[in-house]
């Protein structure tokens, strides 16, 4: 069993940077693969930004140059660094993990990029 929390979402402006954390309840190095997915209003959830346990990084298109993933080991956390947020990043966003052929997801966190 893998245990996702997520922290970090909130109010940003347009232009706008925020920082989302997701805490692992085993060691991130043990997992395939982490990532990050988000779910606007009406559309489905769509992958963000994940890596593999050997440091493989993607990213969606769409966030290529303004998002970067990153881990802490020795936090077992995983980070999402938005920088140059635009509203059509408003989403709640997941932290996902495979991990020993399961899928585990976190609870969400909601990100606003408004005016």
């Known amino acids: 069993q893998v245990q996702l929390v997520e922290s970090g979402g909130g109010l940003v402006q347009p232009g706008g940077s925020l920082r989302l954390s997701c805490a692992a309840s085993?060691?991130?190095?043990?997992?395939?693969?982490m990532n990050w997915y988000r779910q606007a209003p009406g559309k489905q959830r769509e992958l963000v930004a994940g890596?593999?346990?050997?440091?493989?990084?993607n990213y969606v298109d769409g966030v290529k140059g303004r998002f970067t993933i990153s881990r802490d080991s020795a936090k077992n956390t995983v980070y999402l660094q938005m920088n140059s947020l635009k509203p059509e990043d408003t989403a709640v966003y997941y932290c996902n993990a495979w991990h020993m052929s399961r899928s585990y997801w976190g609870q969400g966190t909601q990100v606003t990029v408004s005016s």
């Open positions: 085993v060691s991130i190095l043990s997992i395939n693969t």
């Open positions: 890596v593999t346990s050997i440091g493989i990084i």
